[in-house]
């Protein structure tokens, strides 16, 4: 974790809080994903990213219709200002920065997704097997996990980047395996609260088959912190990415957000002033980022009543008890 | 005490693992670093001179476990040996020359971040709903969201370029000589605002967050009521109760987020010409140079280690429950 | 009320801060920029491929601190490839013997180290003997006797190229370097030269300098009072300091240098990229079909369009190769008549895909070409990824081989990956650097003698792709023999005819050796008008830029 990746303190400090009061950061009834998915939308903020993210999806999806054609040709035509021709203008390479927007997306959204989703399954099975299966497994899979953390993620993205074959496959699998370690801590706390309540205990009593248990009593009640860890990793998969491509360490042949900003770099538009070259794909990692951070904030409210926004007082003000 | 004694074994067996892996990992690594040189010379060494050099350099073939015993060896001798991409600077030599910097850079970065997001997180969740609460949050996770090098070079072009008000590189002005005068010392602190701005804006907002979130769930507590209800002024309470216990979390984060500062920050390094250990390990890692990259990791596995190590420690004594459990 | 106390104490603190933000600020002192220039000032020369320096000062390491072979250390001759004259310097005069089997050197009278010991024959000598030691190379050199102020270089076998790499070596002081155990590891921190500039002062990771050597021979010549070597990690923070006008003299690579660069102060900045460097090819493994038949190279070649190479992904810095494959720095070998007379480095894609037709590459129904056994005719293009304007290059002829039929993906991994694929004759092809030496002997020989050809599978570092021709080794064999500059262009323009005929590789642009200056503090850089040395701070023809440039004085 370095100073520059606050979605890494966000997940652990959230962690942290069920450890102490188990019984009120999960509901006790069983919360089925539909309920959570419902209540979310009806919360503003994340109604508002979810909003901001369906409108990048779509656009991915419909790239090739917008902008039909390879945007990565290269033609002789230079740096040109956004005009009506070129909404966002050209680069130094006389490349269409729209249509290379565009294309991008689909590239840095897909890598995110993916990277978030795998990411997430090995730390949800890391925390869920350690949660379950007892001390010695759970020492070890805690061992694993620790190292995978204190290891320095920057440095190891690098090599791992350098020296593999370069290609989306490359960024995922390093990506995944750097960004796995911190869900697996906060799922594993999760998961062995929830393991300590009573109504785990009462299943474990009636026989049910451990395996029943760990998905269908146990995994249900961590839905909201589950989709905290995914959103927070998408979020770390699409900057990481990023951060790698602009390095030069990424797959410079494909586009994406942050080869983009690669080529703009090194064919000196900022330099130049073509800042119309370099603003597009940032603003864009931003705004995704920022939806999902949205919908992360949202899905924290929704199951953690306390955070909501509701017209609890406000600490401090109104009622003075005594003088 | 029997804590204590735990995580020192889980440590010692983490920097064993963490030892081995530095040692494998550039073991896989196709190419040598000779070979490599002679790419980014294009065409100004001679194929003879390449030969040559792989005698001089003394590329170690001997068998991988004789090179493992030999590393461990190094590791307690403290000797790193000697850069390739640096030739003939010691390793130890180089990363002296660059630790401090790095230390400085990210240390303060990580205080100023860690003390006005922890203040400005107490300060949200003590007005609830308030001005401060709805706008502030959002608003830095927004600047956090961008891409940090996007962030960086965005100012360092408006600020330094454009309206000139800070130095553009390095850590400080160019033939000045380092001493503890106030003169350097205002130097220094010049250079350092661009580069420990842009990371305390990005990492700010996670801090903040992250301390609202536990503030809010902590003044919720029964003792926090009780206190409210003894009549204790609500600045003691913030402060006194709620506050302390809220900073736990943050301890930790913060134990961590200390053992990593000595990696270095690669962007910040790269975008403001900073000098530093980031950048170094990635040159190293390109450059194939073997003893400085282990070197180098094994100084920031070392600090992660005794970092997490001190705060664990530190932990026990905030929150005694951690000793019960 | 008990909020507000704390609301008050926190806007104190804040305030507190502030001020001491500023009080530090004034203490900082002025940047640096708009000083008196009172002569003095120190040539400022950035550098983006050393993040920081550190006390390295050993020419034999390839990873000496910048300015060691340039100011501290000096060769006997300097060979100027802008304009192809030598330049004596520690050496006054230079006799080659007929038969090519040695050289004889006259020193200069007079010249002293900087710690006033006399430099002789001996200095010279010795250097030879440590070089062959320590990092090889000079296999034709058989001994180098001193003789009062003479020094004679006998060979082993005829090899007239020799004279340049043994004029451009650099000279040690022998008293310092015969008392040190182990040179190869020595760090040298306080060098002995007989260079310009050779006291280093101030070494700091990010900066250091060089002032003037006490005991110069040429002490006319040393009007600049020293020099400042600044870091950066990469090109872009180098860039914008260059752009800020925080630098004098600059050589690396700056993207679109008119608008980015030269617009920002048109009357004191410029720039200049004689194409004297290495030439830059896109080479085909022999190895492997079809790149074994002539006509396939051919043909590729044509399809290639080498303007926009040139002016779209090097950025219009360099011009287009000819079928003799000779870089600029070649200009006086160049032969008129194979350049007129050849036409394979052409675009023609019409002539392209006749070519590959007769040649037995059918045209698919699905626009894509198959070799004669059926298998479709598509290869990868390997280069660096680290060089992005090369990466460039790769992408425009991958464009380009389409047109023709051809697929060609580009594989860009880390140029350690890569060079290890050219160095065992793995690759299909790939953007590659040639030999530059002072004539074109090496070139040549290192794109189609047999000498240099070795089997896949065993690591070599020049003729990655492993082509040879018997005719060319007679040619190169005549060349080294012999002294006489007549028969030696003969030789050279047959070397060429055989390189038109048989395109061995495919040439692409001559490299332009970068360079750009700012005439604000320092005035007498050469440009294309008075080409006297190249703008590259990097090479032997440095130190005749730092002994011609005057500092401008401010009224």
Known sequence: MSATDPSEVVILAAADMPEKEPRAASPRRRARPEGLVRSLLRNRKAFAGLIILAGFILLALLAPVIAPGDPSIITGQGAQAPSAEHLFGTTPKGQDVLALTLWGSRSSLLVGFVVGLAATAVALLAGLTSAFFGRAIDNGLSLITNVFLLLPGLPLLVILAAFLPPGLGTVMLVLTITGWAGGARVLRSQALSIRGTDFVAAAIVTGEKSL?????????????????TLLGVVIFAIGAQAGLEFLGLGDPS???????????????????????????????IAFVAFALALINYGVDEVSNPRLRSARRRPFGTGTEVAR | MQFVLRRLGFYLVAFWVSVTLNFLLPRFMPGDPISRMMSQSQGRMTPEQVVQMQALFGLDDRPILQQYIGYWQSIFTGEMGVSISRFPSPVSEVIASQIGWTILLGATALLIAVVIGNLLGILAAWRRGGALDSILPPFLVFIGSFPYFWLAMGALYLFGVILGWFP?????????????????????????????????????????????????????????????????????????????????????????????????????????????????????????????????????????????????????????????? | MAHRRFKTKARALAALAVAGGLALAGCAGGTTGSAELDGTQLLTIPREDKSTFSANFNPFSPNAMPMTQQAIYEPMFVYNPADGSTIPWLATDWVSSEDGMGVTFTLRDGVQWSDGEPMTAEDVAFSFELQKELLGGFEYLE????????????????????????????????HIWEGIADPANETNPKPVGSGPYTEVTNLQAQSYSLLRNPNYWQPDKQKIEGIQMLAFAGNDPANLATINGETDWADQFIPDIENAFVAKDPENREFWFPSVDAMIHLQLNTTKAPFDDADARRAISMAIDREAVTSVAMQGYTHPADCTGLSDSYDTWRSAEVVESCEWTTRDVAGANALLDEAGYPLGADGERTL?????????????????????????????????????????????????????????????????????????????????VVPVGEQTFQNYHRFGLPAADELLARFAASGDEAEQEAVMDQLQEVYAENAPIVPLFPGPRWGSYNTTRFTGFPNEDNPYAPLSTRSTTTVLVLTTLEPVVSE
């Open chain 3, 143 to 174: 001994s180098v006797t001193a003789d009062g102020a003479e020094v004679t270089f006998t060979y082993n076998t005829p090899f007239s190229p020799g004279l340049f790499e043994i004029g451009e070596q650099v000279i040690i002081p022998k």
């Open chain 3, 372 to 452: 004669p056994d059926g298998s479709p005719f598509e290869f990868d293009i390997s280069v660096g990824s680290a060089s992005s304007d090369w990466l460039s290059v790769a992408n425009i002829i991958s464009q380009n081989l389409a047109e023709i039929g051809v697929t060609a993906t580009v594989n860009a991994p880390d140029w350690a990956v890569v060079v290890a694929g050219y160095e065992d004759g793995s690759f299909d092809s790939g953007i590659v650097w040639s030999n530059n030496a002072p004539t074109p002997f090496q070139y040549f020989r290192g794109v189609m003698s047999t000498e240099t």
């Open chain 2, 168 to 325: 553009l590189r390095h850590a400080f002005s160019a033939g000045a000589t380092p001493s503890f005068s106030p003169e350097f010392i205002g130097d220094v602190a010049m250079h350092l605002v661009m580069p420990v701005t842009t990371i305390v804006l990005v990492s700010i907002g996670g801090w903040m967050l992250a301390m609202r979130n536990t503030m809010i769930t902590t003044t919720s507590e029964d003792y926090v009521v009780m206190a409210e209800a003894k009549g204790l002024t609500a600045n003691r309470i913030m402060l006194r109760y709620a506050a302390r216990n809220a900073t736990l979390p943050a301890v930790t984060n913060f134990g961590m987020a200390i053992g990593f500062v000595v990696g270095g920050a690669l962007l910040t390094e790269v975008v403001f010409a900073y000098p530093g250990l980031g950048f170094q390990l990635l040159s190293a890692v390109t450059a194939l140079d073997y003893p400085l990259m282990q070197g180098i990791f094994l100084t920031i596995t070392g600090a992660v280690l005794v970092a997490n190590f001190i705060v664990d420690i530190v932990y026990v004594r905030l929150d005694p429950r951690v000793r019960v459990s």
């Open chain 1, 212 to 228: 029943r248990i760990m998905f269908r009593e146990i995994l249900p009640n961590m839905a909201s912190i589950v989709m905290i």
């Open chain 1, 254 to 284: 494909v586009v994406s957000w942050g080869t983009n900003l690669y080529w703009a770099s090194n064919d000196g538009a900022l330099m130049s002033g073509f800042w119309w070259a370099f603003v597009p794909s940032g603003a864009a």
